[in-house]
């Protein structure tokens, strides 16, 4: 006879014989590890489907479709977190500053880059959403999600052509950066259904306008980060 257990102090839960526990394994638990991040299918599939057509495949994301990708949040924040440990690892470019509180400010950049990728992901998502928003009907927050995954590819296609970055600068770097804006104009291409001409011109501005912001933003918190260190020091 089996019993339900109860969330009762000090009371023992008794266990059908027919209900086998299967002990832990290394395949049970790289199994769990996987679909944890989802990477037996859903991540290698998500970049293959956004290679295809990405219009196609988030649209149908934003619809109904929603077990054709993985987790937008989870799609980006995995891509940024393999971008960022093989940027900081195999980037050996040393920055020269001059002042103590730039160079304290860099280490801090550094350390919190992946924050500051999400909110390159977040302004780019609003100037995309002010100037597609009337047409396609999209609100912010799609917009967004559309932005995690374009960008979120735009990394792993950073991922995988970082040797040529590394090895011939600064001809490598400039072809990664026309990559990743051929992405994201092949990208909006397909998802939205505007004229070419517009949507490259909206797409073009919606990233340097966010590029802008991420600047300013930057700039901002570091002068803020230096008067306060001088007022401390003071």
């Given at each position: 006879m089996s019993y339900l257990?109860?969330?009762?102090?000090n009371e023992v839960v008794k266990i059908s014989e027919k209900n086998?526990?299967?002990?832990?394994?290394?395949?049970s638990l790289s199994?769990?590890?996987?679909?944890?991040?989802?990477?037996?299918?859903?991540?290698?599939?998500?970049i293959k489907l956004l290679i295809q057509n990405p219009g196609k495949h988030i649209q149908a994301y934003l619809s109904i479709h929603r077990d054709r990708l993985v987790n937008p949040f989870k799609f980006y924040f995995v891509s940024a977190s393999l971008f960022i440990f093989v940027f900081l690892k195999f980037n050996t470019q040393e920055t020269s500053l001059n002042r103590p509180e730039a160079e304290?400010?860099?280490?801090?950049?550094?350390?919190?880059?992946?924050f500051w990728i999400v909110l390159f992901a977040v302004f780019i998502s609003f100037f995309s959403y002010w100037f597609f928003r009337k047409k396609s009907g999209y609100n912010l927050v799609e917009n967004l999600i559309l932005n995690l995954f374009v960008m979120g590819q735009v990394l792993v296609l950073g991922l995988i052509f970082f040797p040529l970055a590394l090895h011939f600068k600064p001809y490598g770097e400039l072809f990664v950066n026309l990559?990743?804006?051929?992405?994201?104009?092949y990208a909006y291409i397909s998802f939205f259904k505007q004229s070419y001409f517009v949507i490259i011109l909206k797409t073009i501005a919606?990233?340097?306008?966010?590029?802008?912001?991420?600047?300013?933003?930057t700039v901002s918190i570091g002068?803020?980060?230096?008067?306060?260190l001088a007022y401390l020091e003071a």
């Amino acid at each position: 006879m089996s019993y339900l257990p109860k969330l009762k102090d000090n009371e023992v839960v008794k266990i059908s014989e027919k209900n086998e526990i299967k002990r832990f394994t290394f395949s049970s638990l790289s199994n769990q590890v996987f679909q944890f991040f989802n990477l037996e299918k859903g991540f290698l599939n998500t970049i293959k489907l956004l290679i295809q057509n990405p219009g196609k495949h988030i649209q149908a994301y934003l619809s109904i479709h929603r077990d054709r990708l993985v987790n937008p949040f989870k799609f980006y924040f995995v891509s940024a977190s393999l971008f960022i440990f093989v940027f900081l690892k195999f980037n050996t470019q040393e920055t020269s500053l001059n002042r103590p509180e730039a160079e304290e400010f860099a280490k801090i950049f550094y350390n919190y880059l992946s924050f500051w990728i999400v909110l390159f992901a977040v302004f780019i998502s609003f100037f995309s959403y002010w100037f597609f928003r009337k047409k396609s009907g999209y609100n912010l927050v799609e917009n967004l999600i559309l932005n995690l995954f374009v960008m979120g590819q735009v990394l792993v296609l950073g991922l995988i052509f970082f040797p040529l970055a590394l090895h011939f600068k600064p001809y490598g770097e400039l072809f990664v950066n026309l990559v990743s804006l051929a992405y994201f104009l092949y990208a909006y291409i397909s998802f939205f259904k505007q004229s070419y001409f517009v949507i490259i011109l909206k797409t073009i501005a919606s990233i340097i306008l966010g590029v802008l912001l991420m600047a300013i933003t930057t700039v901002s918190i570091g002068v803020t980060y230096g008067l306060f260190l001088a007022y401390l020091e003071a």
